[in-house]
T-cell receptor, first 112, second 117 residues
């Protein structure tokens, strides 16, 4: 069963920051939060992951609350090409031999 | 991204026939995974492999079998396809490089769309 809850859809204006929320209230202490996205008809693409601390890379930032029960993915300057389904995922299992438990995702539409 | 090729990309078959999907990778990644994706759902793990001839079941393994005789190839077989197995199937790989970031990221193929009539 999915361990994450996301809004089914969101809109964002081009050039603005897109903030995608995710609830994972049953997450265990050693389980990571991952974000992937899937552009229509393509394979999922990795974005970012984290455990406790906030993370940033060239694609996005991940903000995890102190109690780890929720997180937010931030796309700082959304473009039309960021229109996709974004999945918040919990990683279970030990390092290297793990499984990703996927939720239903948020369909993000970037509008001109 | 890891070089992952799935074949075929599209397949239509009849109920009761056997079907084999192939995943081929060129990155020498140790781990390989098969997922299915149905409308309105995220991906669900079918089977995975943690080395040549080492496989294990995932969340939705009933009706599926897998084999991995070489590092680069991971086969998914539907012994007797049913209409409930109509889905999009994705293969993924992850490595065991020293860098934890590489080790802990799964890379996905483009998917195989399977229709069972």
């Amino acid at each position: 069963d999915a361990k994450t809850t996301q809004p089914p859809s969101m809109d964002c204006a081009e050039g603005r920051a897109a903030n995608l929320p995710c609830n994972h209230s049953t997450i265990s202490g050693n389980e990571y939060v991952y974000w992937y996205r899937q552009i229509h008809s393509q394979g999922p693409q990795y974005i970012i992951h984290g455990l406790k601390n906030n993370e940033t890379n060239e694609m996005a930032s991940l903000i995890i609350t102190e109690d780890r029960k929720s997180s937010t993915l931030i796309l700082p300057h959304a473009t039309l090409r960021d229109t996709a389904v974004y999945y918040c995922i919990v990683r279970v299992g030990k390092d290297s031999n793990y499984q990703l438990i996927w939720g239903a995702g948020t369909k993000l539409i970037i509008k001109p | 991204d890891a070089g992952i090729t799935q074949s075929p990309r599209h397949k239509v078959t009849e109920t009761g026939t056997p079907v084999t999907l192939r995943c081929h990778q060129t990155e020498n990644h140790r781990y390989m995974y098969w997922y299915r994706q149905d409308p309105g759902h995220g991906l669900r793990l079918i089977h995975y492999s943690y080395g040549v001839k080492d496989t294990d079941k995932g969340e939705v393994s009933d009706g599926y079998s897998v084999s991995r005789s070489k590092t680069e190839d991971f086969l998914l077989t539907l012994e007797s396809a049913t209409s409930s197995q109509t889905s999009v199937y994705f293969c993924a790989t992850s490595g065991t490089a020293i860098s934890s970031n590489v080790r802990n990221i799964q890379y996905f193929g483009a998917g195989t769309r399977l229709s069972v009539l």
